[in-house]
């Protein structure tokens, strides 16, 4: 795959998730410029209390899952919790993250 083909799959999968968050939740996310370092969902500091996750997203049929989560967690910002959100061709979008995170939401 050509490196312009694989910038525009994560890019639409940025779209899709901050599309979806704007939506369900009200908020302004935007995506991420490609090769902009840090977080792939850029939110202001009020929505950040709205919605405290620092995504990573992965559109790719094969990555290292371990790999992922620790970029998630090196580019989580000011207390926000690492989510990974990831999917391949054809399959439906999934979503990582640390268990005592996700035990935290439950509460």
Do not use: C
């Not at 050509?2 to 939506?23: C, D, M, P, V, Y």
């Not at 370092?37 to 094969?62: Q, T, Y």
Request: charged share 30%; no cysteine.
């Amino acid at each position: 795959m050509k490196t312009s083909s694989a910038k525009a799959k994560g890019r639409r999968l940025q779209n899709f998730i901050s599309e979806k968050i704007n939506l369900l939740l009200g908020l302004d996310s935007r995506p991420a410029i490609m090769g902009e370092s840090g977080m792939d969902i850029k939110l202001s500091r009020e929505d950040r209390e709205r919605f405290p996750f620092a995504i990573e997203a992965k559109n790719r049929e094969r990555f290292s899952i371990w790999h992922a989560l620790e970029q998630a967690a090196a580019n989580a910002e000011n207390g926000l919790t690492p989510l990974l959100v990831f999917k391949r061709n054809r399959s439906k979008t999934y979503v990582a993250m640390e268990f005592d995170d996700f035990l935290e939401l439950l509460k």
